[in-house]
């Protein structure tokens, strides 16, 4: 139930005025404004340089850190009313810096500008713990009406959170899959779906996994003996073949780019002959890939 917020920006550059795109990955600390982003073209932008928001350039932002080659840490420089608290505060910052933004739409998949639609289709319609910058593309076939069809037919739902994030898109460039180092990402995973899956289970039921992202969550938070457990933190997991699962025994994911890590989770759970077939199948077929594509559902028998 991640939400996605708009995470692309568009700044000037103090002094020259260079247009500078601004891609916010999290925030760092609420009371002081501070937010880990990447920055393009990022040889422009240096500790100290200022970089201003909007038509009015009301929003300012300040360089303190350079932390990786693209990677910046900002200082949002934002005062707000005197008379609120720090609370309405950083609400009502965040508001109008997000109110600057736009749909963070995959450049690796989507190849046009953002269109307004984009930020409701961008969505999943259980989307509800604000983190992402991407959304968990398998949400995205889920209807309200497919919801209600599913519980009519006495299928719970569980709900858990992982923050998706722009190592999704990162290509997989070593031969050697265990050298291969994927984002932390930060999970939530709470009593009420622990209570569901871990009923399901012992009843023997069937557990269907809404994309990687989930897998990828409940995997990393299940214990010795296969049940789920509750956590609160970050992962960094990354699932290939060969793996042993043990929660789910069903899948729901779209169809994933070659090199990808989640089409290495798809490869480990089906069988990467069935797998490749399956592809192969799709693209012949004419299905879509990636955001905005399709979807295949893969069952363990």
């Given at each position: 139930n991640t939400k996605v917020f708009p995470a692309r920006l568009y700044g000037n550059k103090e002094k020259t005025g260079a247009r500078i795109e601004v891609f916010l990955l999290r925030e760092l600390n609420a009371e002081q404004r501070l937010w880990d982003v990447l920055v393009d073209p990022a040889r422009k932008i240096r500790i100290g340089n200022k970089l201003y928001f909007g038509e009015d350039e009301s929003m300012v932002a300040e360089v303190i850190d350079n932390t990786t080659s693209?990677?910046?840490?900002?200082?949002?420089?934002?005062?707000?009313?005197?008379?609120?608290?720090?609370?309405?505060?950083?609400?009502?910052?965040?508001?109008?810096?997000?109110?600057?933004g736009e749909t963070p739409l995959p450049r690796e998949m989507i190849d046009r500008e953002v269109e307004p639609e984009d930020e409701e289709r961008f969505q999943s319609i259980f989307a509800e713990v604000e983190g992402a910058v991407t959304a968990p593309s398998a949400n995205l076939h889920f209807s309200r009406e497919l919801m209600k069809r599913m519980e009519i037919k006495g299928i719970e739902k569980a709900f858990i959170t992982l923050h998706a994030g722009l190592g999704n898109f990162r290509e997989i460039d070593v031969e050697d899959l265990t050298k291969h180092k994927v984002d932390s990402e930060q999970i939530i995973v709470a009593e009420p779906a622990v209570d569901i899956v871990n009923q399901a289970k012992e009843t023997r039921n069937n557990i269907c996994a809404i994309g990687t992202t989930a897998m990828r969550a409940i995997e990393t938070t299940v214990t010795t003996d296969g049940l789920l457990k509750e956590y609160e933190g970050w992962t960094n997991k990354f699932i290939f073949p060969p793996y042993e699962f043990h929660v789910a025994n069903h899948l729901v994911s779209n169809f994933h780019l070659p090199y990808s890590t989640q089409l290495m989770l798809v490869a480990a759970f089906g069988g990467y002959d069935f797998v490749m077939n399956a592809y192969q199948v799709a693209m012949d077929e004419g299905y879509r890939f990636g955001t905005y594509g399709d979807a295949m559902l893969i069952i363990d028998k």
């Open positions: 693209r990677g910046r840490t900002l200082r949002f420089l934002y005062d707000g009313d005197e008379s609120d608290d720090e609370e309405t505060k950083h609400r009502k910052f965040k508001e109008e810096l997000y109110a600057l």
